[in-house]
């Protein structure tokens, strides 16, 4: 397929980096592609950011079958651009699509058409420390019918946002909260998928979580309400005895590429890592003994985000009196440092762009 460019007439004028925020300012460009049985994937396109036109009975918009990506491009301190581990994020996109009856697009051709846009919108690659640019791949079902089946249409698009940090609080610990009440996914559904329906049955329990002043909310699994799956956005680590101890992949936690991140540096450094099941009461239980020396998240959007206190019924956790934990330190310095091109990439994730 050809990728044709067409050009904005009218640029918009370039962010203050000091003031981004996150998710709110967009650049010049995006990049379209559609799908039909007839032509399968066709049309790749970078062309003016602009609205998608809908018709009110679109099937997106009544039965959610939707999927997304998310990650960043970088300045580094030569000026050159680059990506982290691109490719992982549009595997996993194809994963999440088969999931939800999306048909699969070329992972390599969708990769070189990210690199164009970001070639055609490298002005907008913020250079400011903690800065980068958003990047939003999205599949939406584009068929205008009421009536639950797989559409026969698609939109693929992609784009791109100036951002700071994610967390107001920076990289700071975070405070998180555990609910009983709730469920984000179970297995067999698409916990496991990154589509925008998993984000929305987060919401009432975040808002809860905010209202008793945590950033965060603590899922556990969704049969026995017993073991500890991710947190928020995020997935989840504990250090316990020097052990690095994660969740295990069970078919209703997204597979996050941060999240493999964190475990090939550390088994890379010689630490002892573990994906398996972990009970809220075992947190509890080493708490109490002084074995759970930290927690820490791990995403695309924060990187590594500390946690200082967890809330479990009446009990509040706080780990490390508060602060950064050396774990969790030494981890975002080192991932932050290969995605900005600062520190060595021992395991070949850097994807040059310009």
């Avoid at 990154?194 to 969704?222: C, F």
């Avoid at 985000?305 to 602060?323: A, M, Q, R, T």
Wanted: some cysteine; aromatic content about 10%; glycine content about 10%.
């Amino acid at each position: 397929m050809q990728l044709t460019v067409t050009k904005s007439q009218t640029l918009k004028p370039k962010p203050d980096e000091a003031n981004l925020g996150f998710g709110t300012i967009f650049t010049d460009h995006m990049f379209n592609m559609d799908y039909s049985i007839e032509k399968g994937w066709h049309n790749p396109r970078i062309e003016p950011y602009a609205p998608i036109s809908m018709d009110p009975s679109t099937m997106v918009l009544h039965y959610g079958q939707a999927v997304f990506e998310g990650l960043k491009a970088y300045r580094t301190d030569s000026g050159g651009i680059q990506l982290f581990r691109p490719a992982d994020n549009f595997k996993r996109m194809n994963r999440s699509g088969k999931q939800l009856c999306i048909p699969a697009f070329d992972e390599n051709a969708a990769l070189d058409a990210l690199k164009q846009l970001l070639k055609l919108e490298k002005d907008w690659v913020p250079s400011a420390p903690g800065t980068s640019l958003y990047i939003r791949p999205t599949i939406v079902a584009t068929d205008p019918f009421l009536g639950v089946r797989a559409s026969f249409t698609y939109r693929f698009f992609i784009i791109l946002s100036p951002v700071g940090a994610y967390y107001p609080e920076g990289f700071n610990p975070v405070k998180i909260w555990v609910t009983k009440e709730h469920v984000r996914a179970v297995r067999g559904g698409v916990g496991e998928a990154k589509t925008p329906g998993n984000y929305a049955a987060s919401l009432l329990a975040g808002e809860k979580a905010h209202s008793e002043g945590y950033t965060q909310v603590l899922w556990l699994d969704g049969v026995e309400q017993k073991f500890i799956e991710e947190v928020g956005a995020m997935n989840i680590f504990f250090v316990i005895d020097d052990e690095i101890i994660t969740p295990e992949l069970s078919g209703s936690i997204l597979p996050g590429i941060t999240r493999t991140s964190v475990i090939k540096l550390a088994k890379h450094w010689g630490m002892k890592v573990s994906e398996r099941k972990i009970s809220i009461d075992e947190v509890m239980t080493t708490w109490r003994s002084g074995k759970l020396t930290e927690i820490f998240g791990s995403g695309t959007a924060a990187v590594i985000s500390p946690v200082g206190e967890l809330k479990y019924g009446d009990d509040i956790v706080s780990v490390g009196n508060g602060g950064v934990g050396p774990v969790a330190q030494r981890l975002f310095d080192a991932i932050q440092g290969i995605q900005y091109g600062n520190a060595e990439d021992p395991v070949g994730w850097i994807e040059p762009v310009i």
